[in-house]
């Protein structure tokens, strides 16, 4: 399920005021959002100088859509210069919406309230209405009518969108199927062989916003996803896999199909006395689908982000004739891999050009939960022999589907690493070997962890 929050305040704040908790949610914190020049009201953000009916029809949208913070005491629109936060009673607040929940909202419910008071004395507050879409009855209805979320106002559900919110649970997750991915396939050359020796594929499916359902992408926000792929941990990590053997690498551009409403971003790398026209040992293939614009509600419309790891180093290896090496892919090397992978994923500056490519708040664009793997042979040929042991009558295995731990946040070095670990388990045993515990357990002991 994910863990919804509303963009940091500043650049490197992990912690946003959606899961912060009421001790962090200071006036200074909330100063400071007010006073960014880019911070308007969003698909989970919306400012009121006081309360309102229209109040009540933004918790019922944020409830049937995808959550969200309302703060009140806040101007939505003010002069250059002038200060936004002016404050409100915050009792007097809390009791008039709480009281209106009951009373118009189908059925009765209340959201979270948090009053923050000021620093000066005056007796004022913000009060903080955190939304959660996991936790609230759906449909929300408020006369008789169920109100949702566009990008930065509110809208009404059609037939069809009433119908979705009718189908779902609270504590489904405001976007179920985010969390799922298409396994990849591998590409066979003329007589039927694999041309590559395993793919990687993670990803996720995102809502989109409303301008972002309906325009083109841009040259400018594909470039920089691409500069910020670049700047991230992946390239790095990539280059790991070629176990040495990587001494030229092009950087993450467009290549290949791409239009108006979808990005292919490759990242290639080709080894010693390889041309790199002809051998790409090591490919990483960032793909932005965004849906099409006709047939599909703003509100209801989805992008997809997918990332495919294409590796062809045991194969080049066994194709030198005279000189070949028996190539392995280390258990140390694909760690580094999975680390680089997740940490690319929550990095906050790739996590803003994706939220810049579909219109929404940052603190949407989920986490990657699922992992597929797609070998050309069983996955014991692909690993060590040393410190790995066949189980007898394990059977065979090229490839598995692997799961995140939803509980954990890959922002944290930690969890990120916990969670890394979890799949190399997973990577043996599926494949029918045992050691794999002993392996990792020497690589952490000499590995630093990367924050």
Same mark, same amino acid.
């Given at each position: 399920? @994910?863990?919804?929050?509303?963009?940091?305040?500043?650049?490197?704040?992990?912690?946003?005021?959606?899961?912060?908790?009421?001790?962090?949610?200071?006036?200074?914190?909330?100063?400071?959002?007010?006073?960014?020049?880019?911070?308007?009201?969003?698909?989970?953000? !919306? *400012?009121?100088?006081?309360?309102?009916?229209?109040?009540?029809?933004?918790?019922?949208?944020?409830?049937?859509?995808?959550? =969200?913070?309302?703060?009140?005491?806040?101007?939505?629109?003010?002069?250059?210069?002038?200060?936004?936060?002016?404050?409100?009673?915050?009792?007097?607040?809390?009791?008039?919406?709480?009281?209106?929940?009951?009373?118009?909202?189908?059925?009765?419910?209340?959201?979270?309230?948090?009053?923050?008071?000021?620093?000066?004395?005056?007796?004022?507050?913000?009060?903080?209405?955190?939304?959660?879409?996991?936790?609230?009855?759906?449909?929300?209805?408020?006369?008789?009518?169920?109100?949702?979320?566009?990008? &930065?106002?509110?809208?009404?559900?059609?037939?069809?969108?009433?119908?979705?919110?009718?189908?779902?649970?609270?504590?489904?997750?405001?976007?179920?199927? &985010?969390?799922? /991915?298409?396994?990849?396939?591998?590409?066979? #050359?003329?007589? =039927?062989?694999?041309?590559?020796?395993?793919?990687?594929?993670? =990803?996720?499916?995102?809502?989109?916003?409303?301008?972002?359902?309906?325009?083109?992408?841009?040259?400018?926000?594909?470039?920089?996803?691409?500069?910020?792929?670049?700047?991230?941990? *992946?390239?790095?990590?990539?280059?790991?896999?070629?176990?040495?053997?990587?001494?030229?690498?092009?950087?993450?551009?467009?290549?290949?199909?791409?239009?108006?409403?979808?990005?292919?971003?490759?990242?290639?790398?080709?080894?010693?006395?390889?041309?790199?026209?002809?051998?790409?040992?090591? !490919?990483?293939?960032?793909?932005?689908?965004?849906?099409?614009?006709?047939?599909?509600?703003?509100?209801? +419309?989805?992008?997809?982000?997918?990332?495919?790891?294409?590796?062809?180093?045991?194969?080049?290896?066994?194709?030198?004739?005279?000189?070949?090496?028996?190539?392995?892919?280390?258990?140390?090397?694909?760690?580094?891999?999975?680390?680089?992978?997740?940490?690319?994923?929550?990095?906050?500056?790739?996590?803003? !050009?994706?939220?810049?490519?579909?219109?929404?708040?940052?603190?949407?664009?989920?986490?990657?939960?699922?992992?597929?793997?797609?070998? #050309?042979?069983?996955?014991?040929?692909?690993?060590?022999?040393? &410190?790995?042991? !066949?189980?007898?009558? +394990?059977?065979?295995?090229?490839?598995?589907?692997?799961?995140?731990?939803?509980?954990?946040?890959?922002?944290?070095?930690?969890?990120?690493?916990?969670? /890394?670990?979890? @799949?190399?388990?997973?990577? &043996?045993?599926?494949? =029918?070997?045992?050691?794999?515990?002993?392996?990792?357990?020497?690589?952490?002991?000499?590995?630093?962890?990367?924050?």
């Amino acid at each position: 399920m @994910w863990k919804l929050g509303l963009s940091a305040e500043y650049e490197g704040m992990n912690n946003s005021l959606f899961a912060a908790s009421a001790a962090d949610l200071t006036i200074e914190r909330i100063r400071a959002l007010a006073a960014r020049p880019d911070q308007v009201e969003s698909l989970t953000l !919306e *400012f009121k100088r006081e309360y309102s009916k229209s109040l009540l029809t933004t918790i019922a949208a944020m409830a049937n859509t995808y959550g =969200g913070l309302i703060l009140v005491g806040i101007n939505d629109k003010v002069e250059t210069g002038t200060d936004r936060v002016v404050g409100t009673d915050a009792q007097e607040t809390i009791d008039k919406v709480a009281s209106g929940c009951r009373e118009k909202f189908d059925p009765p419910w209340e959201p979270t309230f948090i009053p923050v008071p000021f620093d000066d004395g005056s007796g004022q507050s913000v009060v903080v209405i955190r939304v959660d879409a996991n936790t609230a009855p759906r449909p929300l209805l408020i006369d008789l009518k169920a109100p949702i979320r566009l990008s &930065g106002r509110n809208s009404t559900a059609d037939r069809a969108r009433l119908l979705q919110l009718a189908r779902e649970e609270s504590s489904a997750g405001v976007l179920p199927m &985010g969390q799922h /991915v298409m396994p990849p396939n591998l590409t066979r #050359d003329n007589d =039927g062989g694999a041309t590559a020796d395993f793919i990687l594929r993670t =990803g996720i499916n995102l809502p989109m916003g409303e301008a972002g359902a309906w325009r083109p992408l841009s040259e400018r926000t594909v470039a920089a996803f691409a500069q910020a792929l670049n700047e991230s941990a *992946f390239p790095a990590a990539l280059r790991h896999l070629g176990n040495g053997t990587i001494d030229r690498t092009v950087g993450f551009r467009q290549l290949g199909h791409n239009r108006s409403r979808r990005a292919r971003l490759v990242w290639q790398a080709s080894g010693r006395h390889v041309p790199a026209e002809r051998t790409v040992l090591v !490919e990483a293939v960032v793909s932005v689908d965004l849906p099409e614009p006709y047939n599909s509600a703003a509100s209801s +419309a989805v992008a997809s982000i997918t990332i495919d790891i294409i590796a062809r180093v045991q194969q080049y290896a066994e194709s030198l004739g005279r000189k070949p090496w028996k190539h392995r892919y280390a258990v140390s090397d694909l760690a580094v891999l999975f680390d680089g992978l997740l940490k690319t994923a929550v990095d906050p500056k790739v996590v803003a !050009e994706i939220a810049r490519i579909t219109d929404i708040d940052p603190a949407l664009v989920a986490q990657p939960r699922e992992l597929h793997l797609v070998a #050309d042979r069983q996955v014991k040929e692909l690993l060590p022999s040393h &410190g790995l042991e !066949e189980i007898p009558e +394990a059977g065979a295995s090229a490839g598995g589907v692997f799961r995140a731990n939803p509980a954990l946040d890959l922002r944290d070095v930690t969890e990120r690493q916990e969670q /890394v670990d979890d @799949w190399l388990r997973q990577l &043996g045993l599926d494949a =029918g070997l045992t050691g794999m515990e002993s392996l990792i357990e020497s690589f952490r002991a000499t590995a630093p962890m990367s924050a």
